[in-house]
């Protein structure tokens, strides 16, 4: 199954009735910023970065972030110096033999992804619950006691 991925139908270095198979090749290659890794769908580059929600609340700060697939022991959580750090790493492997027909066949497969997520001042650290479940980890952050969010506040432009 291909990943959808918006594609140019015109690229001027290419005409697509010149060539029509390498015309996708070159609209993904030429339209990309190589250097610009935020915010992009890591699977085209044969890795993936699990989709997060934010949402905080009057008491809480809530992560979620989608990784079907694994398990709790998969995930590692951690908080430093107001940092909140969502990891995991798998490695799975697979071996069958066959005496019988001099059969082998052996695959491996390795994945691993980190996210990290700056915490307010108001966020308490000693106060943090982490769930899995269908595979979703939910992240729940309480606030300090008696704190407030500062607001936001508008700056008029001269």
Known sequence: MEALVKRNSYSPLVSSSLLPTLNPFF??????????????????VGSSLPSVNLKETDK??????????????????????????????????????RKKG??????????????????????????INANYKDGILHVEIAKKEGSTKKMAKNIAIK
Request: proline share 2%; hydrophobic share 30%.
């Open 27 to 44: 609209d993904d290659i030429l339209s990309r910023d190589i250097m610009d890794w935020t915010d992009k769908n890591f699977s085209t």
């Open 60 to 97: 809480k700060i809530e992560v979620e972030l989608a990784a079907p697939g694994l398990k709790k022991e998969d995930f590692k959580v951690e908080i430093d110096n107001n940092i909140l750090s969502i990891s995991s790493e798998k490695e799975e492997e697979k071996e069958e033999t």
């Open 102 to 127: 001099n059969y082998y066949r052996k695959e491996f497969n390795y994945q691993s992804f980190c996210r990290t997520f700056s915490l307010p001042d108001y966020a308490d650290e000693n106060n």
